[in-house]
């Protein structure tokens, strides 16, 4: 148990639902990450978010949308999804101190399969 | 960021210590190595990070190089739920604002940890 839920465990949709993945974290950190791990590929980080404020969206397509409302709590709303996008979907936070190495903790990830 | 090299797999007996080896030659003065392991379909697991000095703690040992061009995680005694992919990182620390040191991850080493 590392601080850092992710609900649902496992979530199969169409390409035309539309769907929310959620992570929360109980870590008092200020930094939340989206993760994207296809399989037999290394883990791509998608999203950044200190305080709130998104600090890095590294070139993910528009049909999958993030939300922070508050430090705690990590969105990532889905919609028209490929095939391709079926994928572990991973939350981590950490609590980025500037000057110092921070560590990430991960959820335990959400299952994607898009049919 | 420093790259790293990591064997593709490695293989373990029961309850004797397993050896990690990384190799992280061009590594910056600031920046620090990180390990983590993923369980087959699970979040990574931090284990153990360090930036100059050998680190210890309850699941690992850390030893960095003088020259901090290489690194062996050690795990004492090995057991069968020892087995997953280990990752060594080598990120930089936080600068501050929306820069932040971005964690990013290899293909890691296959640990099989046998009876």
Redesign the interface.
Known sequence: E?G?T?TPRHLVMGMTNKKSLKCEQHLGHN?MYWYKQSAKK??E?MF?Y?FK?Q??NNSVPSRFSPECPNSSHLFLHLHTLQPEDSA?Y?C?SSS??????????????T?LTVL | DAKTTQPTSMDCAEGRAANLPCNHSTISGNE?V?WYRQIH??????II?G?KNNETNEMASLIITEDRKSSTLILPHATLRDTAVYYCIV?P??????S?????????TILTVHP
């Open positions: 590392t850092v992710q930094a290394p883990l980080l950044v200190n404020e600090t890095e572990l991973l981590a980025q101190r500037e000057g110092l190495g921070d560590t990430q903790y991960f959820g335990p990830g299952r | 620090y990180y379909s699970q979040g990574p697991q931090y990070h930036l990120r620390p936080n600068a501050g604002g929306t932040y040191g971005k964690l990013t991850f290899g293909q890691g």
